[in-house]
Each structure stands twice: as C-alpha cells, then as structure tokens.
C-alpha cells in the first residue's frame, strides 16, 4: 500500500506540473488572456492529488495502516474522483480557451458534482480508517515520527 500512495503522489505531480505547463503554453498558442478554467488545474493536482496522497502516505507510515481495506478504497476512489474532476476541469477549460459554446453546457456541472461526490466519499473512507487509530486511547503509532525521518 505504501508503494501504491507513492506512486499516486508521483503521478499527481507530474500530471499538475505538466497541466500548468500546458495552460501557460496552450493560452499563449491562442493568445488568450481571459479566465479559464485551466488556470486550476495545476493546483487542484498538486494539493488534492499530491499533497493529499503524501499526506496519507505519512498517516500510514505512521499508524501502520497499510493493511486497511478501507484504506485501499480510499485510494481507489480518490484518484477515480480526481480523475474525473481534473478532466472536466481541462476539457471545460480548452473548450473556453477556443470559444467553443460547449463551455457552457449543463454536462459540465454535472460531471463536475459527480466527481466531488466522490472526493466527498473518499474523505469519508479516509476518515473511517483514521477514526480508530486516532481516537484510541490505547493507540500508539508503529513509529516515534523522528525514527521514521531517518
């Protein structure tokens, strides 16, 4: 599992740096300079998907958690949810950079609720699996935090 959450963090950030190169070249190709729902893109996998992986990959570390199914749905539907959050995001945003009237269809919102209902149930997934380790009195992590940093 530690493997996994490594290799989606390493994904996200390739996948965000790669979007904000896209968007400063992709504007610039069409000389744009209004907004655009490409100007997010970057962050959006940056935090939610790296950061956020990273962040997971700690806890687990921290609280043995590698061996939680919860925690294998978590990952499962993050990244599902995040996929399909930054593809809207990116065709939305291409469609307004080249004026297409697309840009403005309800299928967008749609899509766009559908995916942050399924960030919302990997936040619950995420939260079941600490709710536990985190809550116990008689809980100790695996790991004293500056061990692990060596």
Known sequence: ???????SALTW???GLASGLFYREFTKAYDFTGTTRLAVLHTHALVLGT???????ALTKLFGLAEA?????????WNI??????????VKGVAQVTGSAVSDG???????GLSHMIL??????LFWV????????????VAEPEAALR
């Open 130 to 141: 600490l709710r536990r380790p985190v809550t116990s009195s008689t809980s100790k992590p």
């Open 81 to 90: 949810g995040l996929a399909l959050m930054l593809a809207t995001t990116a």
């Open 69 to 77: 199914r919860p925690l294998r749905w978590f990952v499962w539907v």
């Open 13 to 15: 950030t390739v996948v």
């Open 106 to 112: 309800p299928a967008f919102a749609g899509v766009s």
């Open 51 to 57: 950061l956020v992986m990273l962040l997971v990959l």
């Open 1 to 7: 599992m530690l493997a996994t959450l490594y290799r």
């Open 120 to 125: 919302t149930a990997g936040f619950v997934l």
